[in-house]
C-alpha cells in the first residue's frame, strides 16, 4: 500500500514527513518511503503577529503531500510509483526497487526543489492512462508527462491565464479527454492526445435546481470530476483560495445536453 504523508507539527521533524511509503498490506509493516522535502514543520495558526509558543520556528514551508501516489506499467512493462509537490515537482520512484528515484522534474519547466508560492503547485491529485500522467498545476495550467521520462507532453492553461483561471482541482481522464476544473468555475474538456480544448462550460452562475431551489456554482478547486455511464458529475463552489464567490451545486453533463 501507497501514500503520501504530511508535515510534521513539532520539530524535529521525522524523515517520513512530506513523503512517499510504502507499506506490506498484510502487516503494516514499513518496507520504504521517499522523502520529497526535508525539514518542514508547520501549524496552522501561526501566521499572524501573535505567535504562540508553541509554533514551529522556521515555520513550513507546508510542503505535505496530499495528492494520491499514482501506480503505472511503464512502456517497457516496468512499474513506476508517480508523485507531485505543491512546488510543482513531479517524480517517479521504483516501487519495485525500495523506492528508488527514477527521475524528478518540475512541470512547469522549472528548477526543482522549490517550496509553495512559485509558479505552479499540485495538490490534490492526478491521473492517468497509457500514454501520460495528468496534474492540474493551479495558475501554472494542466500538464501531460510522460511517466517513463517525466517529459512534458503538453500544457493547457485556460483562456486568459493567471490565479483567476487557476488549473488547481484533480483531473479526471477517459479515452481520448481530460476533464479539468478552474478557481473561476469553469469546467474544461481537452484533448488527452495533444491539450486541446474540446468543450467549457461556466459552472459559476444560478441554476434552478431538480430539488427546485434556487443555487449557485463557483470554484472547482479541490475535487475532479466523476464520469460513468455516459455522464460527467462535478460538485461546484468550493472557493478556498480561488477568485470565484463560494456555492454549492452537484452538475451532471451527459452527451448533448447539460
Not at 194 to 218: C, H, P, Y
Not at 223 to 246: C, K, L, Q, R
Request: glycine content about 20%; overall charge negative; hydrophobic content about 40%.
Amino acid at each position: 500500500m501507497y501514500f503520501g504523508t504530511g508535515d510534521a507539527t513539532t520539530a524535529p521533524p521525522a524523515v517520513t514527513t512530506d513523503a512517499i511509503m510504502a507499506v506490506d498490506i498484510n502487516t503494516g509493516k514499513l518496507l520504504w518511503s521517499y522523502q520529497a522535502t526535508e525539514g518542514d514543520v508547520f501549524t496552522g495558526g501561526c501566521g499572524g503577529l501573535n505567535r504562540s509558543e508553541a509554533c514551529p520556528n522556521p515555520m513550513g514551508p507546508d510542503m505535505d503531500i496530499g495528492n494520491s501516489p499514482i501506480l503505472t506499467t511503464l512502456p517497457n512493462g516496468k512499474r513506476a510509483l508517480i508523485g507531485g509537490t505543491k512546488g510543482a515537482d513531479v517524480f517517479a520512484l521504483d516501487p519495485d526497487s525500495n523506492g528508488a528515484l527514477l527521475y524528478r522534474v518540475n512541470a512547469t519547466g522549472g528548477a526543482t526543489g522549490g517550496g509553495r508560492g512559485g509558479r505552479g503547485s499540485i495538490v490534490w491529485g492526478g491521473a492517468a492512462d497509457a500514454d501520460h500522467v495528468y496534474y492540474g498545476l493551479g495558475a501554472a495550467g494542466l500538464a501531460a508527462i510522460r511517466p517513463a521520462t517525466g517529459e512534458r507532453a503538453w500544457l493547457f492553461t485556460g483562456p486568459g491565464g493567471g490565479r483567476g483561471v487557476s488549473l488547481g482541482a484533480a483531473p479526471t481522464v477517459i479515452p481520448g479527454v481530460v476533464f479539468e476544473g478552474a478557481g473561476n468555475g469553469m469546467l474544461y474538456a481537452v484533448s488527452a492526445a495533444d491539450g486541446e480544448q474540446l468543450w467549457e462550460f461556466n459552472t459559476s452562475q444560478e441554476f434552478e435546481t431538480v430539488n427546485r431551489m434556487v443555487a449557485k456554482g463557483g470554484a472547482i478547486s479541490v475535487s475532479g470530476a466523476v464520469v460513468v455511464d455516459g455522464m460527467v458529475y462535478i460538485g461546484s463552489g468550493y472557493a478556498v483560495g480561488t477568485a470565484a464567490t463560494a456555492g454549492n451545486v452537484l452538475l451532471a453533463f451527459g452527451v448533448g445536453e447539460q
